[in-house]
């Protein structure tokens, strides 16, 4: 486990006036698609950043190519095909969000960076501590109706590398979504005429049932009804000032945790145990009471579940946040391998009955916003490779979240400059909390004790 303390370098970035790029072709215009109710629930009405870093490669590079003006052009033919991507959102009568199909366009900003991709080193993982330099926020882009659903900044590195950073709303596409039309736009950029995986609307798929009706227990909408727990208290003092780091975890990192593991669990995802590990080190930081009950919350994904086949060209948002939950005492005393069947138990349960239900008990409750108070809310996406979108120029070094979303805590890939291949995860706590976190962290990855080092009744890591 590896915290980025290094700090970033300093650098100006020059950008030319932001534009529109419509379509290449004529699409319909007159179009008014609804989104899914999965869309256009409360909780993703906000805009999504992630960004990729290039470097330069003068083996497979178009020689003599802009890597601006071929993504440009590149993004006009995918629109093509994404059409509803350059259109605007509206909201219609119960909350229903509409994407009117004006064609008017995506927002793109051209740039120029006086700094090389070497030089930037691993301060390019999660929170990109620059994001505001390599995403300019376009005065008046950032609202959710009426703006544009695209926001791309193609940034040059003197290297002859360059930055690929894009802004989305998030109720028009979730990161497989983004990640299958950023692929299509990548796919032109090396010549296609045509995407290989042609997208398809299709949202209703995953709308609520007629009527609505919501079985089993779903903790993911449960009602925050604790304001004086500590832990809530904590997280909202002003003082105590959250903030953003970023960890990386290598194979001797994961080696370390799953050697308190016994055998039967040794071949869990890597995804898994460290889910379950940080659950653990985070709850053992926020020093809560014994018998409070605290959660994770796990980004699950509705395609293939069941009978809910998705198909491959959807490119909606399509996934619930089921809920694991155990006592602080427990999660806290009991050996890591009780997080891990906790945290396993969350995929095994979410059929496409319990999918069903949790989206008709989302309609049923107004669309509102599934609980994060006090709970570790994690995606992953590490099965997504964006640094793997090759725009001509070869594969990325980093390709993933961009900046701080939502209280979520993401789990990207990432090869860092000593070569090591790995997962890097963001967490958000308060600065007293991140400290006590940290070394929670260390015990474990360093060999140190397991007795406390605070002076406080904290409850113990017992790996």
């Given amino acids: 486990m590896a915290h980025i303390s290094a700090s970033p370098p300093v650098f100006s970035v020059r950008h030319k ?8 072709k004529p699409v319909p215009y007159e179009e008014k698609l609804l989104l899914s109710d999965v869309d256009d629930q409360e909780a993703l009405r906000y805009q999504i950043s992630f960004i990729m870093f290039y470097g330069s490669n ?16 590149a993004l006009a033919e995918a629109l093509v095909y994404y059409y509803p ?30 700094v090389t991709l070497a030089q930037l ?25 009426g703006r544009p659903l695209l926001l791309i900044q193609v940034t040059r590195l003197l290297c002859g590398g360059f930055v690929f950073a894009i802004r989305w709303s998030h109720n028009v596409a979730d990161a497989l979504g983004m990640f299958k039309f950023l692929n299509t736009v990548a796919e032109m950029a090396r010549g296609a005429t045509k995407p290989s995986q042609p997208p398809l609307w299709q949202r209703e798929i995953l709308n609520a049932r007629d009527p609505p009706s919501a079985s089993g227990v779903h903790h993911e909408f449960d009602e925050v009804n604790d304001a004086n727990s500590k832990m809530v208290v904590d997280m909202d003092i002003g003082n105590n000032k959250t903030i953003h780091k970023s960890f990386f975890f290598g194979s001797k990192q994961l080696s370390s945790i799953r050697k308190h593991l016994p055998p039967h669990l040794q071949s869990t995802s890597a995804f898994v145990v460290l ?22 919350s796990h980004m699950v994904s509705a395609s293939g579940k069941g009978g809910i086949e998705l198909p491959d060209g959807y490119y909606g948002n399509a996934f619930i946040f089921p809920v694991a939950r155990s006592t602080a005492r427990q999660l806290s005393e009991s050996p890591l391998d009780y997080a891990v069947r906790l945290v396993k ?12 239900s949790a989206i008709d008990l989302m309609v049923i409750k107004g669309k509102r916003q599934y609980r994060t108070v006090k709970d570790f809310v994690i995606a992953d996406t590490t099965r997504l490779p964006f640094a793997m979108i090759d725009f001509g120029w070869g594969k990325g070094l980093y390709g993933g979240p961009a900046g701080v979303i939502q209280d979520v805590s993401f789990f990207a890939r990432y090869k860092n400059v000593k070569g090591e291949n790995g997962t890097v995860v963001q967490i958000s706590l308060p600065q007293q909390v991140m400290e006590r976190f940290q070394k929670e962290l260390e015990k474990v990855m360093i060999g ?12 113990q890591c017992k790996l």
């Fill in 17 to 24: 006036d932001p534009q529109l790029v419509t379509p290449a």
């Fill in 85 to 114: 991507l350059a259109g605007r959102l509206r909201e219609g009568p119960d909350m229903k969000l509409i994407v009117d199909c004006t064609g008017e366009g995506a927002l793109f900003v051209e740039a120029d960076a006086d």
């Fill in 448 to 459: 140190d004790s397991v007795n406390d080092q605070h002076g406080t009744k904290a409850i």
């Fill in 345 to 356: 138990d969350i995929t095994s349960r979410t059929n496409e009955e319990y999918i069903r």
């Fill in 58 to 73: 003068p083996i497979s590079a178009p020689r003599g190519k802009d890597p601006v003006n071929i993504i440009r052009d």
């Fill in 121 to 145: 080193g691993d301060t390019i993982q999660p929170p990109c501590p620059y994001l505001d330099q390599l995403l300019y926020d376009v005065p008046g882009s950032s609202g959710l109706f």
């Fill in 275 to 296: 889910a379950a590990f940080l659950w653990k080190c985070r709850t053992i930081a926020m020093e809560v009471d014994p018998e409070e009950i605290v959660r994770v």
